[in-house]
């Protein structure tokens, strides 16, 4: 049962985070269909996360309320739906539009994903079973990128997203189709949101939720401009973008692994410092190459890469301590770090958006000061951890 609720969860991770990159070397064909400039096209991004933050909040009390699976799939259908409605966009606000509501059917998905994960595991296993998802989250992120270009040079970007709304109605009939308890136990009397005001007002869970959040928002700054800085400043093809997903997704891979093979021996507070120490380190370098060296786009993509190795290994750890020590168990743990996460994403993003340039130093500026902010979190985290033991050991 756990092995299938693995699997039902990395299939639905891999859906949300796709519906986030493959679109990505389409931007400027997805311009030129909307007859729109193609900084219009690009808060699509910001949009999506947007979608994706507003309701998590919501889906983790329903799912809470009526259980996991029909909330799950409720979040499918909103998806599909907006997913194949995409296509016959007629404009750039009409597109946006549908991205937003593809967004809010994305955090359903998410949110019940890592719930899942949630009920299954806990301490060293749950950030093991959460690196899972995290392999998934990069396989959608690297290789769904270099999928949607391959899609987008052989059937037109509207192939995209016809393939996640064909996506999201298979991982329907499976769901449908397993025989997991449909509803769980809940405490009435108590309102979710006297419940969320709790977690956030509780550091041991806030901190290491703040650290995943900053981290993650590398990712979404780069996602948003590196589209026009490599394809526009250095010339890449949509194609020759989408390649750059599988360095990216290989960097994910082996930092997920590490922590799925080395958490239990090493331990957890001790493997987010490492993570995140590759982070800020990689993003100095970023900012250093494209201040001293703008016409090498491999000190840009490379330390990227790197970045995003020292990501995989913090992001799985930091959701397991915020959830193993959050004073309330069930969803809402998870579902208020979810819409943490993508309120964060969906502001970095918002920024990164207003800073769209063909130069590369305000992306990475912007990255190295979020590795920063995560790095002061992560002293938090390691104060936090010791004042925990000291009161178990009373």
């Known amino acids: 049962m756990k092995n299938t609720l693995l699997i039902l ?16 070397p389409a931007v400027p064909a997805i311009a030129h269909a909307l007859l729109a400039a193609e900084d219009t096209v690009t808060p699509a991004l910001a949009v999506y996360l947007v979608g994706m933050a507003l309701p998590m909040l919501l889906w983790g009390s329903l ?8 909330v799950m799939v409720a979040a499918l259908a909103v998806y599909a ?78 192939a995209i997203f016809y393939g996640l709304a064909i996506g999201a109605i298979g991982l329907i009939v499976l769901l449908c189709r397993e025989p997991f308890p449909e509803r769980v136990s809940t405490d009435s009397s108590v309102s979710a949101w006297s419940i969320y005001a709790r977690l956030v007002r509780h550091p041991p869970f806030l901190h290491p939720v703040l650290v995943g959040g900053f981290g993650y928002g590398v990712i979404i ?98 959701l397991s301590l915020a959830n193993d020590d959050s004073p309330v168990g069930g969803a809402y743990a998870m579902a208020l770090s979810g819409f943490i996460h993508q309120f964060m994403a969906a502001l970095i993003g918002g920024v990164a958006s207003l800073l769209v340039t063909q130069q590369a130093w305000p992306l990475t500026l912007l990255c190295l000061t979020l590795a920063g902010s995560a790095c002061v979190c992560v002293t938090r985290c390691k104060a936090d951890q010791n004042a925990l033991r000291k009161i178990s050991s009373i």
């Open 81 to 158: 739906l907006a997913s194949a409605a995409i296509p016959s966009a007629f404009n750039v606000e009409s597109f946006l539009s549908l991205r937003l509501i593809q967004g809010l059917g994305a955090g359903g998905v998410s949110v019940m994903a890592r719930v899942l994960i949630r009920d299954s595991f806990s301490g060293a296993l749950l950030a093991k079973g959460l690196s899972w998802l995290g392999m998934t989250f990069v396989v959608a992120l690297g290789i769904g990128q270099f999928v949607g270009s391959v899609a987008q040079a052989a059937l037109g970007w509207e």
């Open 9 to 24: 969860a990395c299939c639905a991770t891999f859906l949300a985070q796709a519906g986030l990159s493959s679109y990505l």
């Open 221 to 318: 700054a780069f996602n948003t401009c590196a589209p026009l800085i490599l394809q526009g400043s250095f010339g890449w093809s949509a194609t020759q973008y989408g390649w750059l997903g599988w360095p990216i997704s290989t960097a994910y891979l082996v930092g997920a692994m590490m922590v799925n093979r080395f958490v239990a021996r090493a331990g957890r507070v001790s493997m987010l410092v490492w993570g995140v120490a590759l982070l800020l380190m990689s993003t100095t370098v970023m900012l250093l190459g494209s201040v001293f060296a703008s016409g090498i786009a491999a000190l840009l993509w490379l330390p990227y890469c790197l970045a995003v190795l020292g990501q995989s290994m913090s992001y799985p750890i930091s």
């Open 63 to 70: 799912g809470e309320r009526f259980g996991r699976k029909p």
